[in-house]
């Protein structure tokens, strides 16, 4: 195979490889031809109401599983009324034939409310408050890393109808778990092999060489930085990752938190920019699991996944040779980067 430049690649098929799992992604920018239309549709129509009476994460009202919501100030947290885990599950492993594996999952699932504000995303939120959530989560993880049968806690945000958010109010949840995620533990080893090889976090070094690059930074804050990943799969997915040594959220000192809720807010409110309307996407933190012997290996992250890829309208599926090959994209990452820091 000869051996090129990623610029003589710029507008030829190619694979990019995601060092952090191992697969890859087919990027065809020759499809790219068509103009870039920018198109910005007008913003939905009717405004929320800052308390809906209807709604199951507003303070005071019940809640489908028979609770009442009290009348929380800050962040709420509470266990979800239809939890796709439970705690004290006992162990167990079930194997009937020699290719059948079942193994028992213990954990819990949580529902976070960002503020009593039907109406605020966390974009929006005054500084303390989007501080207030970041804390929150930080708490979250630190009482479930006690637990003796937590070992990997996912927390996310699906938002906006189409990503199946089942309630308009600014919340995200986690789901702790016994047995590491097929996502996180593909990312442990990765980052653990690097780590061997190289004597440096893998991600540590890649955020070291897209500052230098710059094509796919999109901005930065004084302590963390934000980026179209190279890998990307999603139109304008991004990476946010921090400029110093920190596996897991609970290594983060108060300037750290603040600055990691400044680039939070940044970062939604970009999106929310790009099409002119609240950009429907899931996003969430990578961290250490508590019982990864390979900590130095691990810098904590952000992934997002916005779905959009034209306009408020037309958006990217996962479809057809996505689900029986592997994912597919016109826009380079380089122009997606781009087009988030609003270049002309
Ligand atoms: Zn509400
Ligand atoms: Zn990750």
């Known amino acids: 195979m000869t051996q090129t430049t990623l610029a003589a690649l710029a507008t030829a098929p190619h694979h990019r490889r995601n060092p952090l799992t ?12 068509r103009p870039w239309q920018g198109q910005v549709d007008a913003p939905p129509g009717a405004a929320l109401p800052a308390h809906d009476p209807a709604c199951y994460l507003c303070p005071r009202n019940p809640r489908a599983g028979g609770a009442t919501n009290p009348d929380y100030q800050g962040t709420f947290v509470f266990d979800n009324d239809f939890p796709a885990l439970l705690p004290h ?9 020699p290719w059948m594996e079942a193994r028992s999952e213990t954990g819990l699932c949580r529902v976070i409310c960002y503020s009593p504000r039907h109406d605020v995303p966390f974009g929006r939120l005054p500084p303390e408050a989007a501080l207030g959530v970041i804390q929150t989560w930080t708490d979250q993880v630190r009482d479930l890393y ?34 590491l995620s097929n996502e996180v533990d593909k990312e442990d080893r990765a980052q653990a092999a690097w780590y061997a090889t190289h004597g440096s976090p893998l991600l540590t070094q890649v955020l070291d060489f897209e500052r230098r690059a710059a094509d796919r930074l999109v901005f930065e804050n004084d302590l963390w930085s934000v980026l179209v990943p190279f890998w990307a799969t999603w139109p304008f997915e991004t990476l946010v990752l921090p400029r110093f040594a920190a ?10 938190q603040r600055a990691l809720a400044d680039i939070w807010q940044r970062l939604c409110n970009r999106y929310d920019q790009l099409f002119g309307t609240p950009m429907p996407l ?63």
């Open 22 to 33: 191992g697969d890859w992604v087919l990027v065809s920018p020759h499809r790219m031809q």
């Open 89 to 97: 599950t006992p162990t167990a492993h079930a194997s009937e034939a």
């Open 146 to 179: 006690a637990r003796p049968a937590i070992n990997c806690v996912q927390l996310f945000e699906n938002r906006g109808e189409g990503m199946g958010a089942s309630s308009p109010h600014p919340h995200g949840q986690l789901w702790a778990t016994s047995q």
């Open 247 to 256: 596996p897991c959220l609970t290594d983060l000192d108060l300037p750290q």
């Open 282 to 344: 899931s996003c969430g933190l990578h961290l250490a699991p508590k019982a990864s012997p390979h900590r130095q290996a691990w810098q904590l992250h952000a992934h997002f996944f916005p779905v959009l890829l034209r306009s408020a309208t037309v958006r990217k599926f996962m479809v057809g040779y996505e689900m029986l090959a592997g994912p597919q994209r016109d826009l380079t990452p380089e122009e997606a980067a781009r087009r988030l820091r609003g270049d002309p």
